[in-house]
C-alpha cells in the first residue's frame, strides 16, 4: 500500500550560479559559478533515510548542440539525511566555477554503499544497488542555459515512492529521478490541519505524482517545478487517526507560487 511505502518524495537542489566576481581569481572572469544543493521532503514511515553520494558529474553540448566529454564537479562526497531536508530546506553540495555558455545536458549521480533507511521503529535497513546503477545515475533532458553573468539554477527531483523496492527480503535504492531549470513552472503551497490527522498530500496531474508531508503546527507543504495547468490535490489522513480525507483541484501558474485555498486545509473527524 502506498501509505505504508515510502510515501514521499525527494528532492536535489543543484544551483548553477553565473556571474562576474569583480576582480578575484582570474578563473570567475567569464564563468559560472556551479553550487549544488540537496533538499528533500519527509515520510511518516520512515525516520531517517541516508543517501551516500560520491561523485557529481555533468555533461554540457557547446553552442553548435554538440556534447562535450562528462566533468567531474568539485566534490568531495558525503552522506546526507534527506528527511531533514524538506519544502524549502536544503544543504549546499558543490560551489565552485564552471565554464559558461552552452546548454547543460545531463547530470549523473554516482552513489556509494552505504545508503540506508531507519523506520519508525528504529529498524535500520540497508538499501543495496542495483548492478545498472553502479555506473552512475544519468538524468537527461536538463536543457538548462549557462550564459555568462546571470544565475541559472537546475532542480533534480528523486521521487522516492518510486525509488525504493524491495524484493526477496532485499531493499534497493533505484532512484527515479527528474531535473529542470529552477525557473520552470510554478509552486503550490498549502497548510493542513488538525496536526492529529497525521496526513500526507499527494499532486497528480497526468502521469506526474509528487508526494510530501505538511510539518511543523502550521501544518505547511510546498511543491515546486509543477508544470502550469491544474492538479489534483489529495490529503491523505493517517488510517488510524479517525479522519476523512480530502481531494479538490487547484491551478499552477508559470513563475508563481499558488496558496491553495482554503487556508488551511481542515481535515473532518470519521462519523461514528
Known amino acids: ?38 533538499t528533500d521532503a519527509t515520510s511518516l514511515v520512515i525516520k531517517e533515510l541516508y543517501i551516500d553520494i560520491q561523485r557529481i558529474e555533468v555533461l554540457v553540448a557547446d553552442t553548435t548542440g554538440s556534447e562535450e566529454e562528462w566533468e567531474t564537479l568539485q566534490f568531495t562526497g558525503g552522506e546526507y539525511n534527506l528527511l531533514k531536508l524538506m519544502n524549502g530546506r536544503s544543504v549546499q553540495l558543490v560551489d565552485q566555477y564552471f565554464p559558461a555558455g552552452g546548454m547543460l545536458q545531463k547530470i549523473k549521480l554516482f552513489l556509494g554503499n552505504n545508503n540506508r533507511l531507519m523506520t519508525n521503529t528504529e529498524q535500520m535497513i540497508s538499501l543495496n544497488l542495483p548492478s545498472e546503477m553502479v555506473e552512475g545515475i544519468i538524468i537527461d533532458n536538463v536543457n538548462a542555459a549557462l550564459p555568462a553573468n546571470i544565475i541559472t539554477s537546475v532542480v533534480i527531483d528523486v521521487n522516492a515512492a518510486l525509488s525504493v523496492r524491495e524484493s526477496n527480503g532485499n531493499y534497493f535504492l533505484h532512484p527515479s529521478a527528474r531535473a529542470f531549470p529552477e525557473t520552470f513552472g510554478g509552486s503550490l503551497r498549502g497548510y493542513v490541519s488538525p496536526v492529529e490527522a497525521d496526513a500526507f498530500v499527494a499532486i497528480i496531474r497526468e502521469r506526474d505524482t ?53 487556508n488551511p486545509i481542515r481535515l473532518m473527524p470519521l462519523q461514528p
Request: hydrophobic letters at 45%; glycine letters at 8%; proline letters at 4%.
Open 1 to 38: 500500500m502506498l501509505y505504508k511505502a515510502f510515501k514521499y518524495s525527494l528532492l536535489i537542489l543543484l544551483l548553477l550560479s553565473s556571474f562576474i566576481s569583480c576582480g578575484k581569481e582570474d578563473a570567475s572572469v567569464n564563468a559560472t559559478r556551479l553550487r549544488v544543493k540537496l
Open 210 to 262: 509528487f508526494l510530501t508531508l505538511p510539518e511543523g503546527d502550521g501544518g505547511m507543504f510546498l511543491f515546486t517545478g509543477l508544470n502550469p495547468g491544474s492538479w489534483e490535490v489529495h490529503v491523505i489522513a493517517n488510517p488510524l487517526s479517525n479522519y476523512s480525507d480530502t481531494i479538490f483541484t487547484d491551478s499552477v501558474v508559470q513563475g508563481k507560487i499558488t496558496e491553495i485555498t482554503p
